[in-house]
C-alpha cells in the first residue's frame, strides 16, 4: 500500500513519456500526428508550388464546358456538345453497366464451375481445374485483349449482311446481328407509352413505362411471398403444404403480361441502313469483350470460393443428413448451402468489388468507363490532372465504401460470436 | 452351437473382386461412367477436348519458325494446306526484345547477370538446405541490380549501401549487452534510454544518405572513373520491366503491409485511424488510376524541380497498392490467431515487438501464407497495367509489334506467349505457395 502512495506521488518526469505505458501511447500518437501533418502540408507547399510555377489553379468550373467528344456506348442522350460532368455521368453508368453484368455472368458461371470442380467425375473436375488455372494465372488486360480480337476479327462486318445472298445473317429468327462493331439486339418500345418524366431541368428523364413495369414487378414479388408465407403457415399447422406453384406463376406472369398490352408493347428490330445497323440496342464490341473476360477471369476466383466453401462444411454434417434420410438434392439446399454461404458471400462480394475496380481496364479497349472519359479524354482535353484524377478516384472509392459496408453488415449479421 | 444343416460352418475362402470393379476397366466405371448423367457428362468433355485438340495442334505444329514476315509464315502455311496456321517467325525474331527489353546486343549481359543473380538471390529463401547466411545477399542485391540495369559509376551503390553498414554498425555495436551493462558511460546512458539507440540507428544512415553520400560519390568516382555505361529507362521492356516492378514492390510491399496490418490493429487510435484511411483509399480505388497519378501527377506533389524516373514512380504506386492488399491479408492472419497467444505473450512479459516478432508473427504469417502469395501473384499479373500508360511490358510490346509493317496482323502468336509467359510464373508462385503451406503444416 505504501508503495503504491509513493508509486503515484512520484513527479511527472519528461523520461516517462517514453517508459510510461499511461504516457507512452499518447507520446507516440503526437508523434505520428505530427509526422502526418508535416507530411500533408509539405505536399501541399509542393503541389501549391508546382501548380504556381505552371500557372494553373484548382477549379472544377471545367466540368460545365462543352466536351466536344462523342461517347458511342451511352445509356443516356448525349452527343459533343454536351458537359464535361454529363460525360463523367454517363461515364460512371458505363461502369456500373458493366460491372453489373460481369457480376451476373461471374457468379452464374463460377458457381457452375465450382461445383463441376468438385464433381465425382474425373474428367469434368480436370478440365475445370485447367479452366480455373488458365484464367486465374493469366493476366486480365491479355485476356480482355484477346477476346477483342475475337470479336473484331472473327463476326462478319455489318456489310456482310448485305445483298441477295448475303454470307451473315441474323440470328434468333432475324432479331440479333453479331457483327464486328458490336451486337444488336432487338429493343423494347411501347406504341402507347407513357412518356418520359425530366428531372433537373431536363438533363436526366426517366421513362415512366419502366417505373410502371418495375411497379408491378415488385408488388407481384411482394405477393408471391406473401402466398409463401401462407403456404409455410398452414404447412407448420397441418403438415400439409398447399400447393402454390400456379398461383406463384401467375400472380408473376399475368399483371406484368396485361401492363405491357395495354402500353401496347413490340420489339424494335435492329435493321441495315446504309453502312450499319440501325434501330435496337447496339453492345459494342468493346462492352462485349469487357463483359466476356471479366466474367470468364473472376468466374474462376468464384469458381475457387464456392469450392473452398462447400469443402468447409464438414463432411459429418452431410452424412447426418443423408443418415436423417433427406435426399441429395436436398441436403445440397438445406444442409450445405445455408452453411457454405456464410464462408461464400464475403469473399464473393470483395470479387464483385475487385471486378469493378477491373472495369477500368475499359480504357484499353476503347469502352468509354468513368476512367475512359473523365480521367482520359477530359483529362487530355482540358489538362487539370489534379481535379479529374481526384473526382474520380473518389468516384470509385465511393463504389467500394459501399461494397464494403455491405460485406461488413454481412459479416456482422453472420459471424459466430467467439471469445 | 447347434448343428443346423442351412448354416455354414467354415469360412468361404476370399474371392477377387469382379474385373470390372478393379484396375483401369473399374477406375473408369467408377470415375466416369456412373450413372446416365455422370456418362453424358463424360462424353460431352471428351467430345470438347477432341475438337479443341484437333483444331489447335495442326495450328501450333506450323513450321514457321525461321519465317522474316507474316507474308512469309502464310505462304509456308498454303504451300502444306489451307493456309491456316500459327505464325512463330515473329516469336524467333522478338523473343529477345520479351524477356530483356531493348537493350543491345553489347549489353544484354547486364540484365542477363541480373536475372542470374536474382535467382541465386531467392534461391536460400526457396530451397531450405542452402545455408542461411546467404539470405544477406536480398540486402546486396537491390544495389548490384540497379547499378547494373541502370549503369553509372560504381561508387554510388557502393557509397549508399555504405549507409546500410552504418546503420547496422551503429545498432550492433552500440547495444547493450548483459555484461558490458553500467560499465562505460555511453553504454549506460544508452541501457537507460534504448530509444535514443534506435533513433541513432534509422537518423544515421538518414543524414549519411542526404548529406554525405553525394559529394562522396562524387569526388571518387572523379579519382577513379570506374563504371558503366549509364543507360535510360527506356531500355526497359518486356519481362525485365515486370519482373523489376514486379519483384521491387514484393520485396519493399511485405514489410510495409506487416507494419499497416499492426497499426490497423493496434491499441492506438491516431495511428489506427491513419492505417484505415490508407489502407482503405488504396483498396477503394483501381490500381490504373494510381498508375494514372505515377504518370501525370506524382511529379506534382514533390518539390519543385524534382524529375524521377517514370519506372521508380510506378515501382512507388505499386508498392503502396500491394502493401495495403498485403495488410488485409496480414490482418486476417492476426484476426486468426487464438486469443490465448496474445495473453500468453503478455503474461511471460514480453514487450510489444517481442512479443509480435517472437509469438504473433511468425503465426500469423504461416497462416496468410496462401492471402500473401495470391496477393503477389495478383501484383506481378497487374504489372501488365504499365502499358496502358505506355511503358513497353510484354503486352505494350505486342502493340508494338503489330506496328512492325512485317508482322502487321500478328495477334495470336505474341499473345500467347505472353500468356504463356505470365502463366509459368504465375502458376510455379501458387504451386510454390501450396507446397510451403503443407511442408509448414507437417511441421507441428
Same mark, same amino acid.
Given at each position: 500500500m505504501a508503495e503504491q502512495e509513493n508509486f503515484q506521488k512520484r513527479s511527472f518526469e519528461l523520461s516517462m513519456l517514453i517508459y510510461d505505458t499511461r504516457y507512452r501511447s499518447t507520446s507516440i500518437q503526437v508523434i505520428a500526428l505530427l509526422i502526418f501533418f508535416s507530411f500533408v502540408v509539405w505536399l501541399i507547399n509542393n503541389t501549391a508550388a508546382n501548380m504556381a510555377v505552371s500557372g494553373k489553379d484548382i477549379d472544377?468550373?471545367?466540368?460545365?464546358?462543352?466536351?466536344?467528344y462523342d461517347i458511342n456506348q451511352k445509356f443516356l442522350e448525349y452527343n459533343s456538345q454536351s458537359t464535361h460532368l454529363r460525360a463523367a455521368v454517363l461515364g460512371v453508368m458505363n461502369t456500373l453497366v458493366l460491372s453489373a453484368m460481369g457480376c451476373i455472368t461471374a457468379t452464374i458461371l463460377g458457381v457452375i464451375v465450382g461445383i463441376a470442380r468438385l464433381s465425382k467425375n474425373w474428367i469434368v473436375s480436370r478440365i475445370m481445374a485447367v479452366y480455373i488455372e488458365i484464367f486465374r494465372n493469366v493476366p486480365l488486360l491479355l485476356w480482355i485483349i484477346l477476346v477483342m480480337a475475337v470479336t473484331v476479327e472473327s463476326f462478319p462486318r455489318?456489310?456482310?449482311?448485305?445483298?441477295?445472298?448475303?454470307s451473315a445473317t441474323m440470328k434468333l429468327f432475324d432479331s440479333v446481328a453479331l457483327t464486328n462493331r458490336g451486337i444488336y439486339l432487338p429493343e423494347p418500345l411501347f406504341s402507347k407509352g407513357l412518356g418520359d418524366i425530366a428531372l433537373f431541368s431536363n438533363s436526366f428523364s426517366i421513362s415512366l413505362d419502366l417505373m410502371v413495369i418495375l411497379f408491378v414487378l415488385i408488388s407481384s414479388i411482394l405477393c408471391i411471398k406473401k402466398i409463401k408465407k401462407r403456404a409455410s403457415r398452414i404447412q407448420e399447422a397441418t403438415g400439409e403444404r398447399p400447393t402454390t406453384w400456379y398461383w406463384v406463376i401467375s400472380v408473376l406472369v399475368i399483371p406484368t403480361f396485361i401492363v405491357l398490352v395495354i402500353l401496347g408493347f413490340y420489339l424494335g428490330y435492329p435493321e441495315l441502313k446504309g453502312f450499319n445497323f440501325k434501330g435496337g440496342i447496339q453492345l459494342r464490341n468493346s462492352l462485349i469483350a469487357l463483359w466476356v473476360a471479366l466474367s470468364l477471369y473472376t468466374s474462376a476466383f468464384i469458381a475457387e470460393i464456392v469450392r473452398a466453401g462447400i469443402l468447409a462444411v464438414s463432411s459429418g454434417q452431410s452424412e447426418a443428413a443423408s443418415a436423417l434420410g433427406m435426399r441429395p438434392n436436398r441436403i445440397m439446399s438445406l444442409v450445405i448451402l445455408p452453411q457454405a454461404m456464410r464462408v461464400i458471400v464475403p469473399p464473393l462480394i470483395s470479387h464483385y468489388l475487385s471486378l469493378t475496380k477491373n472495369s477500368s481496364l475499359a480504357i484499353a479497349v476503347g469502352y468509354m468507363d468513368v476512367t475512359g472519359t473523365l480521367m482520359g479524354i477530359t483529362l487530355n482535353q482540358t489538362g487539370r490532372e489534379l481535379e479529374t484524377l481526384l473526382l474520380g478516384m473518389s468516384i470509385y472509392l465511393c463504389i467500394s465504401l459501399m461494397i464494403s459496408s455491405v460485406v461488413n453488415w454481412y459479416n456482422k449479421k453472420n459471424d459466430l460470436v467467439g471469445r | 452351437m447347434k448343428n443346423v444343416l442351412y448354416v455354414r460352418k467354415e469360412m468361404l475362402a476370399e474371392q477377387s473382386p469382379p474385373?470390372?470393379?478393379?484396375?483401369a476397366v473399374g477406375w473408369i466405371k467408377q470415375n466416369?461412367?456412373?450413372?446416365w448423367f455422370n456418362s453424358i457428362l463424360t462424353l460431352i468433355s471428351l467430345f470438347l477436348i477432341y475438337s479443341i485438340l484437333i483444331n489447335l495442334i495442326p495450328w501450333l505444329l506450323s513450321p514457321t519458325w525461321q519465317a522474316n514476315s507474316l507474308t512469309e509464315c502464310r505462304e509456308i502455311n498454303n504451300a502444306i494446306?489451307? #493456309?491456316? #496456321?500459327?505464325?512463330?517467325g515473329v516469336i524467333t525474331e522478338r523473343w529477345p526484345q520479351f524477356i530483356f527489353g531493348f537493350y543491345t546486343r553489347d549489353e544484354i549481359w547486364r540484365p542477363v547477370l541480373v536475372f542470374l543473380f536474382l535467382l541465386i538471390t531467392i534461391a536460400p529463401v526457396l530451397i531450405d538446405w542452402l545455408p542461411r547466411k546467404l539470405l544477406l545477399l536480398l540486402v546486396v542485391f537491390p544495389y548490384v541490380a540497379v547499378w547494373l540495369l541502370w #549503369? #553509372?559509376?560504381?561508387?554510388s551503390p557502393l557509397v549508399s549501401f555504405l549507409g546500410l553498414l552504418l546503420g547496422y554498425c551503429t545498432w550492433h555495436f552500440l547495444k547493450p549487452t548483459a555484461n558490458t551493462g553500467g560499465a562505460v558511460g555511453h553504454v549506460q546512458l544508452l541501457s537507460k534510454h534504448p530509444f535514443i539507440l534506435v533513433i541513432m540507428t534509422i537518423a544515421i544512415p538518414i543524414v549519411w544518405w542526404s548529406f554525405l553520400a553525394t559529394p562522396l560519390s562524387n569526388s571518387l568516382t572523379d579519382i577513379f572513373p570506374w563504371g558503366l555505361k549509364v543507360l535510360p529507362s527506356r531500355n526497359f521492356g518486356g519481362l525485365l520491366l515486370s519482373l523489376t516492378i514486379g519483384v521491387t514492390a514484393i520485396f519493399f510491399s511485405l514489410p510495409l503491409g506487416v507494419l499497416l496490418a499492426l497499426g490497423r490493429q493496434s491499441d492506438l487510435l491516431i495511428v489506427k485511424v491513419l492505417c484505415v484511411w490508407f489502407i482503405e483509399f488504396i483498396r477503394g480505388v483501381p490500381l490504373i488510376t494510381l498508375l494514372f497519378v505515377a504518370s501525370t501527377l506524382l511529379n506534382i506533389f514533390m518539390p519543385p524541380g524534382t524529375n524521377f524516373d517514370i519506372i521508380l514512380r510506378v515501382v512507388i504506386m505499386v508498392t503502396l497498392f500491394s502493401a495495403a492488399y498485403l495488410a488485409e491479408v496480414v490482418r486476417g492472419g492476426l484476426a486468426g490467431l487464438d486469443t490465448g497467444q496474445y495473453e500468453g505473450a503478455n503474461a511471460l512479459g514480453f514487450s510489444y515487438w517481442k512479443a509480435q516478432r517472437l509469438i504473433i508473427m511468425p503465426q500469423a504469417l504461416k497462416i496468410s501464407i496462401p492471402g500473401i502469395v495470391s496477393t503477389f501473384i495478383g501484383i506481378f499479373k497487374d504489372t501488365t497495367l504499365v502499358s496502358v500508360i505506355g511503358l513497353m511490358d510484354p503486352l505494350g510490346l505486342t502493340t508494338a509489334i503489330r506496328a512492325d509493317m512485317a508482322w502487321n496482323g500478328v495477334y495470336w502468336e505474341i499473345n500467347i506467349f505472353v500468356a504463356v509467359l505470365f502463366f509459368v510464373f504465375c502458376f510455379s508462385m501458387s504451386r510454390y505457395s501450396m507446397y510451403l503451406e503443407r511442408k509448414l503444416q507437417k511441421k507441428n
Open positions: 472544377f468550373s471545367f466540368l460545365f464546358n462543352q466536351s466536344g455489318p456489310n456482310a449482311f448485305r445483298g441477295a445472298d448475303p | 474385373p470390372s470393379s478393379i484396375g466416369l461412367f456412373n450413372g494446306k489451307d #493456309g491456316g #496456321g500459327a505464325c512463330w #549503369g #553509372g559509376p560504381v561508387w
